[in-house]
């Protein structure tokens, strides 16, 4: 079940993914790490399985820089939103390939690929978007595609006509210890 949300909060801060069947967990451990340091953070499990939603007050590298420290044990993945668009209907995909241009700029000539996941049923297919957003960005001599050692990650988290968009370093989502 999905708990509403405060209306002045449509946008996260992060996404995160946990563990198959540990959701309930990671919101618990979540809630216990960030709580002390804003007690207004809202930690929201999604319709969608074994994903949840933070909107939180705390700038993203304090909350990236939270999550490395803690690494909850029920997380597999959580990814820090630089932005967050909210479209209106399909039309409005150009938009998004044009906020992702512009952040992007930054980065000229960096060694890229872009990685969607959908979730919901807005977009057709994240192929067809990683393939428009990878060509646009390759036709304007801003990077160059490199799937096998990319220096960065275009990471787009769609649920339904919300888009959370991170730039990130490859395996930078993953919070799994390494011994």
Do not use: W
């Not at 057709?124 to 060509?135: A, F, K, P």
């Not at 799937?147 to 990471?155: E, S």
Request: charged share 35%; glycine share 2%.
């Amino acid at each position: 079940m999905v708990e509403k949300i405060k209306e002045e909060r449509i946008c996260p801060s992060a996404i995160a993914t946990s563990y198959t069947g540990k959701a309930k967990r990671a919101v618990k451990e979540l809630k216990d790490i960030i709580f002390p340091y804003d007690p207004e953070a809202e930690v929201l499990e999604t319709r969608f399985r074994d994903v949840i939603l933070i909107y939180t007050i705390l700038d993203k590298e304090s909350l990236k820089n939270l999550m490395k420290k803690m690494r909850p044990s029920a997380l597999a993945r959580f990814v820090v939103a630089d932005k967050c668009i909210i479209l209106k209907d399909q039309d409005e995909i150009l938009r998004l390939t044009d906020v992702i241009e512009d952040m992007f700029i930054k980065y000229r000539g960096a060694k890229f690929y872009v990685d969607c996941i959908k979730r919901g049923d807005f977009i057709d297919s994240c192929h067809r978007l990683e393939t428009l957003i990878g060509r646009r960005l390759y036709e304007k001599n801003l990077g160059i595609i490199d799937f096998k050692k990319p220096d960065l990650i275009i990471k787009l988290e769609n649920i339904d006509n919300m888009f959370l968009i991170s730039i990130i370093k490859p395996k930078e989502d993953r919070l799994k210890r390494s011994f």
